[in-house]
């Protein structure tokens, strides 16, 4: 018998069963016997799903990622990535967030699922740290809260929530903003829009030209804000703006919705949210966005809020079901060990003390590095203000240097940062703010 070599065709094999078919078939003519239908083999072709791809975006924060693993020059500098970093560039573990781990250890005894909506008590704590315990939000009204992946998954269940119920809803972003935020809600579908929020050549907010362009904000459109320590640009409102913006709100009928992610890294845990709760208690609606991985430094554990505070408690269990079936959807549930340590911390309260107190040493490092580089900067480039970088709050400012500039800083000086210039003050040592500051006395000096 001669085998065939080589691959055989699809269209040949079954060419070849339909043949055999037909000499079957004429084979058992008139015969009374059981005969078995054989279909016929069509080819379409291989999947050509995963081919002729379009060529994709980098995200900047894994381009830099790949840019600072690919760099050999031992004095790089990482001042993009937002984590905090003591003076051994080390990230720190809080001590209250250990002990809280290791009574957790202790006492768990299951690893079973949790509600999509995810745990309740770490909702609790931190819907009370951040509007107050005798809030009238959490006193009068049935907010509807569910703990997330982090604040990415807050921010996308919020643009979920807002697609299914007003899919005509504008977002209005200030400009400049952290970028992958944007993301979250035009990969829902929704329109983006920008307000003017800052200047990065005078380093001020834009106030006029802010309230010029969110007069434009429809009934139903969604005013962003940061909470605190804005990011990029460390650029806060006054508590006279936050009640501006209220007020615009109120006229426009848009809902606010406040993204902290910062809480005590400003001017203190209490002090960082205060426009947020005076907003809270001027408008009838709005929604809440938290992350928890800055303020107790569990960047890889995923914790956060999602609030949606309204005026109608007949609504709160339709909204509830709303959105925890936007949840089961995406994602199923959430992990929820981030989320039962800080419930852990703020429920008890040596270990909430003990965090507050490590919490607040990290903002006074954060602020004394503000002040140094500004005096570091001042000394490198003679008749340059840089009182905004003390002036900021939190753990970003933007440089005021062109996209070109930025590229000298990363390649004639090792200093990596994101888009917009955003340099990280929480990942800068005491030692390093010199050369921070003459290598860009350098790149403005052309």
């Known amino acids: 018998m001669v085998r065939p070599t080589g691959k055989i065709p699809y269209h040949a094999i079954s060419t070849a069963l339909t043949a055999a078919v037909v000499d079957l078939r004429r084979c058992t003519a008139g015969l009374a016997v059981t005969t078995v239908s054989i279909q016929t083999i069509e080819y379409r072709g291989n999947s050509r799903m995963f081919e002729h791809l ?65 745990n309740m008590a770490y909702c609790r ?39 299914q119920l007003r899919p005509g809803s504008r977002i209005w972003f200030p400009d400049p903003v952290w970028l992958h935020q944007i993301d979250f809600f035009r990969n829902a579908g929704l329109e983006i829009r920008h ?11 834009q106030v006029d030209a802010m309230l010029e362009d969110l007069a434009a904000m429809r009934r139903d459109d969604v005013l962003i804000l940061h909470g605190s320590c804005h ?32 809480q005590g890294f400003g001017d203190g845990i209490e002090a960082d949210v205060a426009g947020l709760r005076l907003m809270a208690a001027a408008v009838p609606q709005m929604i809440l966005v938290v992350s928890s991985s800055k303020s107790f430094g569990i960047y890889r554990d995923r914790a956060g809020l999602l609030a949606l ?10 909204l509830r079901v709303l959105l925890r079936d936007r949840i089961r959807a995406n994602y199923f549930m959430p992990p929820d060990h981030g989320a039962q340590l800080i419930a ?5 309260a040596d270990l909430s ?74 990942a800068l040592a005491q030692k390093q703010a010199t050369r921070v500051a003459q290598a860009f006395a350098a790149v403005r000096a052309g």
């Open 309 to 318: 505070l309204h005026d109608n408690p007949q609504e709160a269990d339709k």
């Open 195 to 205: 307000y003017r929020y800052y200047d990065v050549e005078t380093g001020a907010l």
């Open 353 to 426: 003390r003990m965090w507050r107190e490590e919490l607040d040493a990290v903002r006074t490092r954060i602020h004394s590095l503000r002040q140094l580089l500004r005096r570091e900067v001042e000394l490198a480039v003679p008749g340059f203000d840089a009182a905004f970088l003390e002036r900021q709050k939190g753990m970003f400012s933007c440089l005021p240097v062109s996209p070109a500039q930025q590229l000298r800083l990363e390649n004639e000086f090792g200093l990596f940062m994101l888009p917009n210039a955003r340099l990280n003050f929480a």
């Open 125 to 163: 704590q931190v819907s009370a740290l951040v509007l107050g315990q005798d809030h009238r939000r959490l006193q009068d009204a049935n907010p509807v809260m569910a703990q997330t992946p982090g604040a990415g998954g807050s921010l996308r269940m919020a643009a979920e929530v807002i697609k």
């Open 54 to 118: 379009p060529t994709p975006v980098d995200d900047p924060i894994e381009s830099l990622f790949q840019r600072l693993y690919e760099d050999k020059r031992p004095d790089k500098l990482d001042l993009g990535i937002g984590v905090y970093r003591n003076e051994e560039g080390k990230i720190p573990l809080f001590a209250a967030v250990r002990e809280a781990e290791q009574r957790m250890l202790a006492s768990t005894q299951h690893k079973g699922y949790i509600s999509p909506m995810g």
């Open 231 to 262: 990011n990029p640009t460390g650029e806060d409102p006054p508590l006279w703006l936050w009640q501006q913006l209220s007020d615009l709100a109120l006229r426009t009928g848009a809902i606010p919705l406040v993204d902290l992610a910062y």
């Open 344 to 348: 852990t911390i703020l429920e008890d």
